[in-house]
């Protein structure tokens, strides 16, 4: 299977929360990143994790780290249309270079 | 954070030829990466791209299909070599600061 795993989709009505799911493989994952890709550009760092770290928030956006369970999540309160983008969940195993290694994407839309 | 410029944003190129995609970063970073993106799926590390020596590639990705250069701390090159509609893809620099790794908006390569 893939290092990083997400689900491909998710739907949700705007002014909801969207939870935004990932499982990894590698128990030595150091840091463990989100990022947005909007249509047509590059990716935006949104927030990071590091492993000894359960939650992290900052504003709209709250990280989960389960490390037992090797799950992460991304919380995005009162979603807007704005928010609609693919969400790239990736981790970092490689002690003292940071690569990150990237899930497949989870495409977030956000409806009225 | 690094702010990453990428050129051209976009192209569409004959098959059997070549492009070079330069990607410039506003300040120092400690690492530079090359990823490959192709329609609907994550990102692939083709190599990290080292100041002043030859470049690192991953599994699958060779020199003479993808040369690079980094002749500075803060620019990079990639040359998609000898071209064929399955190098149709988008191609992101990435440069990492300490644990964090930013990206350019990547150049969209259509071969034909």
């Known amino acids: 299977g893939e290092d990083v795993e997400q689900s491909l989709f998710l739907s949700v009505r705007e002014g909801d929360s969207s939870v935004i799911n990932c499982t990894y493989t590698?128990?030595?994952?150091?840091?463990l990143y989100w990022y947005k890709q909007e249509p047509g550009a590059g990716l935006q760092l949104l927030t990071y994790?590091?492993?000894?770290?359960d939650m992290k928030q900052d504003q709209r956006l709250t990280v989960l780290l389960n490390k037992k369970d090797k799950h992460l999540s991304l919380r995005i309160a009162d979603t807007q249309t704005g928010d609609s983008a693919i969400y790239f969940c990736?981790?970092?195993?490689?002690?003292?270079?940071?690569?990150?290694?990237f899930g497949r994407g989870t495409s977030l839309i956000v409806h009225p | 954070s690094a702010v990453i410029s990428q050129k051209p944003s976009r192209d569409i190129c004959q098959r059997g030829t070549s492009l070079t995609i330069q990607c410039q970063v506003d300040?120092?970073?400690?690492?530079m990466f090359w990823y490959r993106q192709q329609p609907g799926q994550s990102l692939t590390l083709i190599a990290t791209?080292?100041?002043?020596?030859?470049?690192?590639?991953e599994s699958g990705f060779v020199i003479d299909k993808f040369p690079i250069s980094r002749p500075n701390l803060t620019f990079s090159t990639l040359t998609v070599s000898n071209m064929s509609p399955e190098d149709s893809s988008i191609y992101l620099c990435?440069?990492?600061?300490?644990?964090?790794?930013?990206f350019g908006q990547g150049t969209r390569l259509t071969v034909v």
């Open positions: 990736a981790e970092s195993i490689r002690g003292g270079s940071y690569i990150p290694t």
């Open positions: 590698d128990s030595s994952s150091t840091y």
């Open positions: 994790i590091f492993s000894n770290m």
């Open positions: 300040s120092q970073v400690t690492m």
């Open positions: 791209a080292n100041q002043g020596s030859e470049a690192t590639y």
């Open positions: 990435s440069g990492s600061l300490n644990t964090e790794a930013f």
